[in-house]
């Protein structure tokens, strides 16, 4: 186990890029958007695609207290109505509606990465183990899915409060369930600036690297590969 861990007691987990990786390559675009889009999708520059995505979390930011599936469901189908409208991909409301429940209900979306349940089996026994994660309510059968669920104390997704990282809330949220002082807790994020929302929180970071974009110059701990943690 690495030294930064032995003095802790919790340790709290993202998810996305962190614990697993869509199948498709990126979160949004799954592999049932890009089937019925894909071919008008390659017409399309970077910054089209670029603008059109940026349109989307805007939605998606605005309307992002969400409770159950069925409203998550509803929430991707209007985000990818949004896209189709701003690249002219022209998707049907059957297919929008095809697309949505996919993204929502398919866990072949997510590939976890090599060791991860080992890594949390091994790390439950010496620390309590939470998610701080923006997501949607699905999350709770995807982590099922990857394998992480049996090894975890408390969540905190962003869904379920309303707003996204590094917005304190989220790890207010966190400590507050954990019940342990954030000076006795480690958050481990692909995002640099969640991280800065964490220790400013007194919460110690450290970036996981898996995702080759996250592979940043930093002050925080770094690692590559979640064996690193336990090795």
């Excluded at 989307?56 to 509803?74: M, P, W």
């Excluded at 929180?201 to 995702?211: C, D, E, K, Q, R």
Aim: aromatic share 10%; glycine share 6%; hydrophobic share 40%.
């Amino acid at each position: 186990m690495i030294d930064l861990l032995k003095d802790k007691k919790v340790i709290f987990f993202d998810v996305g890029y962190t614990l697993d990786a869509p199948a498709s390559g990126d979160w949004m675009f799954t592999r049932q958007f890009l089937e019925l889009a894909g071919d008008k999708l390659k017409k399309k520059s970077k910054e089209e695609i670029s603008k059109a995505f940026d349109a989307g979390l805007r939605y998606l930011a605005g309307n992002h207290l969400v409770t159950t599936v069925d409203a998550e469901i509803r929430q991707f189908y209007e985000y990818y109505s949004v896209i189709s409208v701003q690249l002219n991909l022209g998707l049907s409301e059957e297919e929008r509606d095809r697309i949505a429940r996919d993204r929502a209900c398919n866990m072949k979306n997510y590939i976890p990465y090599p060791g991860m349940a080992d890594v949390l089996s091994a790390l439950s026994k010496t620390h309590k183990l939470g998610i701080i994660s923006d997501t949607w309510p699905s999350i709770e059968q995807q982590l099922e899915y990857i394998g992480a669920a049996p090894y975890l104390s408390f969540t905190t997704f962003s869904c379920f409060v309303g707003t996204f990282k590094p917005d304190r809330r989220m790890y207010l949220d966190a400590l507050n369930k954990c019940g342990v002082p954030a000076r006795e807790t480690v958050f481990i994020d692909d995002s640099v600036r969640n991280l800065d929302g964490a220790a400013a929180m007194g919460i110690t970071p450290i970036l996981i690297a898996a995702n080759p974009a996250s592979d940043v110059e930093t002050s925080y701990l770094k690692i590559k590969d979640l064996r690193e943690l336990i090795r």
